[in-house]
C-alpha cells in the first residue's frame, strides 16, 4: 500500500502528538534524558507506521506493543513511580481503545467500512475526536493555574477539529465514487495539520497572555515599592532637618516653658512629633515587602481621602508563596474595597484589613461597606459594575484562580451592606 505511505507517516506523527496533549494534563513536562525521549518517541511512531502499512491482525501483539509504548513514552517525559505510570498510561490506552470501537460501530452501521477507502475514514475520525477529547480535558485542567482565553473564543477553538471530521467525512462520499484516494488523503492530512497548529498557536497565545498579566503586575510591584522608597526618603529627610534644627527646637521650648505659655509649648511638642514620624503611613510590618508596600500604599490612599480604614496586621516571617500571587490577591481585594467605599459618596464607609497566620496557613482578610447593591449572574458569581465589562471584573476571577494554585480556600460574602473576602493560603 505505497501510495498510502505519506498518509499512515501523518497519522503515526498526529498519535504521538495525542500522546504529548494526555500528557500535558499530568502537570509540566519533566523529562529525565532529552534523547531517551526523542528515541522512543520514533520508535513509537515507526511501531504505529508498521501497524498501518502491514495491517497488523495480531490484535493482541499490536495492543501489547502500543501499551508498552505509552509506559515508556510517559515514563521518558514524566519521570514517577510505576503505579502512577500505569495509572495513566490505563487512562489513554482506554480512551483510545473506546474512540476506536466506537467509530468503527458508527461507521459500520453507517456502511462505510465496508469500502477501500473506509479504513482512512476511521482512522481519521477516531484520532481527531481523540485529540479533541484530549484539549478539552487539557483546559479544563490547565484552568485552575493559568490565564485562559474567554470561554467563547474557548468553544470556538473547538470548531475546528469538528469541522474537520465533517469536511473528511464530506470528501470521502464525494472521492469513493472515482477511487481516487488522492483527494481525501491530501485533504485528510492538510487538516490534521491545521488542528496541530491550531491548537500549537493557541497554547502559545495563552502562554504570551499568562505572561503579559505577569508582567503587567510586576510592573504594579515595582511601582508600590518605589513609591514606599519614596516616603521614606522624605520621611527621613525631615527627620535629618529636625535633628539639624534641635538646638533651636529646644531653646524654644524652653523659653514656652519659662514664660508658663502652657498650651503653646503643648502644640510646638505635638508639632514636633509629626514631624519625627519616620513611618507615619506604615501601618504594616509583617516582614513581607510585597505585602507591606501594598498595605501601606493603600493605607495612605484611604487616609488622604478621608476614609475609616482598619488594619490589624502580624508579623508573617518567611513565606513560600510567590511575590507575584500575593500581588494578585490582595491587590485586588484591596483596590475592590477602596472602589465600593469611594462609590458611597458623602455616607460614612470602612474598610478593615486583616493579615496574619492561623495554624501556619495566611489569613487575608478584606472587609468593607458598600452601597448595598452587587451584581451576580445565574450561578451567584460576582460581577463588575463598571460600563466596560469586557475590560474589567476579572479581579475576583484572578484571586480565585491564584487562591486554588496553593490548594486555598476563598470566601465571598456580602450581608447588611458588608461585603467580605476571607481567603486561606497554605504552604507547600
Given amino acids: 500500500m505505497n501510495e498510502y505511505l505519506l498518509f499512515n507517516i501523518g497519522m503515526s506523527l498526529f498519535s504521538l502528538v495525542i500522546i504529548q496533549t494526555w500528557m ?11 534523547a531517551v525521549s526523542i ?38 517525559y ?29 461507521l459500520v452501521e453507517m456502511g462505510v467500512l465496508n469500502d477501500s477507502f473506509g479504513f482512512i475514514l476511521g482512522s481519521v475520525v477516531s484520532k481527531i475526536t481523540n485529540f479533541l477529547l484530549a484539549q478539552l480535558v487539557k483546559r479544563k485542567q490547565l ?45 485528510t492530512l492538510s487538516l490534521l495539520l491545521l488542528n496541530y497548529f491550531t491548537f500549537s498557536l493557541y497554547d ?23 513609591r514606599q522608597a519614596e516616603e521614606r526618603e ?29 498650651d503653646e509649648l503643648a502644640d ?39 476614609l475609616d480604614i482598619r488594619c490589624e496586621i502580624e508579623p508573617l516571617g ?20 477602596l472602589e465600593a467605599v469611594q462609590k458611597m459618596g458623602s455616607s460614612k464607609g470602612y474598610i478593615e484589613v486583616s493579615v496574619k497566620k492561623v495554624k501556619g496557613a495566611l489569613s487575608l482578610k478584606v472587609a468593607n461597606s458598600f452601597d448595598g447593591y452587587v451584581k451576580k449572574d445565574k450561578k451567584g458569581k460576582f460581577l463588575t459594575r463598571k460600563d466596560d465589562s469586557k475590560s474589567h471584573g476579572i479581579g475576583l476571577e484572578s484571586v480565585k484562580r491564584t487562591v486554588e494554585k496553593y490548594n486555598g480556600e476563598m470566601l465571598l460574602s456580602e450581608e447588611n451592606n458588608r461585603f467580605t473576602a476571607d481567603i486561606l493560603l497554605y504552604s507547600s
Wanted: proline share 1%; net charge neutral.
Fill in 143 to 187: 484552568t485552575k493555574n493559568k490565564f485562559m482565553i474567554s470561554f467563547r473564543n474557548w468553544l470556538r477553538l473547538f470548531v475546528v477539529p469538528i469541522i474537520s471530521i465533517l469536511i473528511i467525512d464530506a470528501v470521502y462520499r464525494i472521492t469513493i465514487r472515482s477511487s481516487d484516494s488522492f483527494v481525501l488523503i491530501t485533504i
Fill in 24 to 34: 500535558d494534563i499530568f502537570g509540566e513536562i519533566k523529562r529525565k534524558n532529552k
Fill in 204 to 226: 502559545e497565545l495563552e502562554k504570551q497572555m499568562e505572561t503579559e498579566e505577569k508582567n503587567m503586575i510586576y510592573e504594579q510591584q515595582l511601582l508600590l515599592c518605589s
Fill in 318 to 337: 518567611n513565606l513560600s508563596f510567590e511575590d507575584v500571587d500575593l500581588c494578585i490577591i490582595l491587590g485586588n481585594l484591596l483596590d475592590n474595597a
Fill in 234 to 262: 522624605a520621611a527621613y529627610q525631615e527627620t535629618r532637618a529636625v535633628r539639624h534644627d534641635l538646638k533651636n527646637y529646644l531653646l524654644d521650648l524652653q523659653i514656652c516653658l519659662k514664660e508658663g505659655r502652657q
Fill in 268 to 306: 510646638r511638642i505635638n508639632s514636633l512629633l509629626e514631624k519625627n514620624q519616620i513611618y507615619r503611613n506604615e501601618i504594616s510590618h509583617t516582614g513581607n515587602t510585597v505585602i507591606d508596600a501594598l498595605i501601606n500604599n493603600k493605607y495612605s490612599v484611604a487616609i488622604a481621602q478621608g
Fill in 78 to 106: 514524566h519521570p514517577c513511580n510505576l503505579l502512577t505510570i500505569l495509572f495513566r498510561v490505563g487512562i489513554i490506552y482506554v480512551v483510545w481503545v473506546l474512540l476506536e470501537v466506537v467509530v468503527s460501530v458508527i
Fill in 39 to 76: 528515541i522512543f518517541s520514533v520508535l513509537f511512531v515507526s511501531f504505529q507506521l508498521w501497524i498501518h502499512i502491514s495491517e497488523a491482525s495480531n490484535t493482541l501483539l499490536v495492543s501489547l506493543g502500543t501499551f508498552s509504548f505509552f509506559v515508556i513514552i510517559i515514563w521518558s
